[in-house]
C-alpha cells in the first residue's frame, strides 16, 4: 500500500495522535445531542431521506445488501440505508453517538448493528460489505488515505464505496465566518462546545494536521484511485437539493457549502 501524500502528518505536530484523536471523539460525545437535533432538523427532513434513498438505489441497486456506514454518527444517515432494506452496520469513535444509534434504529425497529472503532482502521473482517458509505467524515480524517485503502478492503468484489459530503461555496462568505467564529470563542456556541486551554491545544493540532481542513471532491477522487476503486464518478444530488428546497426549515437554511456524491467500485479479485 502507498501512503497517500494527504497522509502525511508533519512530524512537528505538538500533540499525538492517539491523543488528538481521544479529544476529537470526546467532543463529538459531548455534542451528541445537539448534533442530532441539528442534522434531524437541517440535513434529514422525510423528503431529503427520501431523495437520498432514491439516489442511493440508483448507484446500488436493489435491497438486501450488507451496508457499513463509517463515522455514522447518531445514525440519521444509517437509517436511509436501513428503511430501504439493507443490513446496515455503523462504526463511530464517540460512544454517546453510537448509543443514540442504537436506541434510534431500535425504536424504529430496525435491526441494525453499532460498533465502536476508528475509521481509519475499521475492526472488521475484510470483504464482507457489499457497500460501504460516509457521510459527513472524511474531511475529519487524519489519515483519508489510509481509511479509503481500509475501506476498499472491507468490500466484497464489485462492491461500492459512497462518499456524501459538503464542500465550501466559495463564493459564500458564511463558511469563513464561521470558521474565524469558532476560533474566537475557542469552540462553537451553536453547540455550546467551549475547550479547555490543553484541550483547545490539542484541537488546533487536529486541526491543522488534517489534511483536507474542508473537503474538496478532486482530493477524495484522488483518493479512490489511488485506492483501487474503478468506474470512480460524481453522481447528481440534484434529487436531495431538489428535496430540500421544497422542504427548508427557516432557522436551518444552509449557506456556504455544496454537497457532492462520489461512487467507486471494487474491481474483481
Ligand atoms: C459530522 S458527524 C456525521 C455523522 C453522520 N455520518 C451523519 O452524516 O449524520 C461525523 C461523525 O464522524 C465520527 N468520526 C470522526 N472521526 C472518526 C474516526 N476517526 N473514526 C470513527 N468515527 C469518526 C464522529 O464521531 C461523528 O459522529
Redesign the pocket.
Known amino acids: 500500500m502507498t501512503i497517500a501524500p494527504t497522509d502525511r502528518i508533519p512530524t512537528t505536530a505538538p500533540i499525538n495522535i492517539s491523543e488528538m484523536?481521544r479529544v476529537?471523539?470526546q467532543t463529538?460525545g459531548t455534542i451528541s445531542d445537539k448534533?442530532e437535533k441539528m442534522?434531524e432538523a437541517k440535513h434529514y427532513t422525510l423528503p431529503q431521506r427520501q431523495a437520498f434513498a432514491q439516489t442511493f438505489e440508483q448507484i446500488v441497486g436493489p435491497a438486501p445488501l450488507r451496508v457499513l456506514?463509517?463515522?455514522?454518527?447518531?445514525g440519521?444517515?444509517a437509517q436511509i440505508w436501513a428503511e430501504m432494506g439493507h443490513e446496515v452496520t455503523g462504526?463511530?469513535?464517540?460512544p454517546p453517538?453510537l448509543e443514540r444509534a442504537r436506541a434510534r434504529h431500535q425504536q424504529a425497529g430496525l435491526n441494525s448493528t453499532f460498533v465502536e472503532?476508528?475509521?481509519?482502521t475499521p475492526p472488521l473482517e475484510s470483504s464482507t460489505f457489499d457497500v460501504v458509505t460516509?457521510?459527513?467524515?472524511i474531511h475529519?480524517?487524519l489519515r483519508p488515505g489510509l481509511a479509503v485503502h481500509r475501506w476498499h478492503r472491507l468490500l466484497k468484489p464489485g462492491g461500492k464505496l459512497v462518499t456524501v459530503n459538503f464542500r465550501p461555496d466559495r463564493r459564500k462568505l458564511k463558511h469563513v465566518l464561521k470558521a474565524i467564529r469558532y476560533r474566537l470563542n475557542r469552540g462553537s456556541k451553536k453547540f455550546g462546545v467551549k475547550y479547555s486551554r490543553e484541550e483547545w491545544q490539542t484541537i488546533t493540532a487536529y486541526r491543522e494536521s488534517l489534511p483536507f481542513g474542508t473537503t474538496v471532491p478532486k482530493q477524495v477522487f484522488e483518493l479512490y484511485t489511488a485506492a483501487g476503486f474503478e468506474d470512480v464518478r460524481y453522481v447528481s444530488d440534484e434529487l436531495v437539493q431538489a428535496a430540500r428546497r421544497s422542504h427548508e426549515v427557516p432557522e436551518f437554511r444552509r449557506g456556504g457549502y455544496l454537497r457532492y456524491i462520489l461512487a467507486g467500485t471494487k474491481g474483481a479479485d
Open positions: 484523536k476529537m471523539a463529538m448534533w442534522a456506514d463509517v463515522g455514522c454518527g447518531p440519521l444517515f462504526l463511530d469513535c464517540a453517538m472503532g476508528d475509521a481509519e460516509n457521510r459527513a467524515v475529519m480524517l
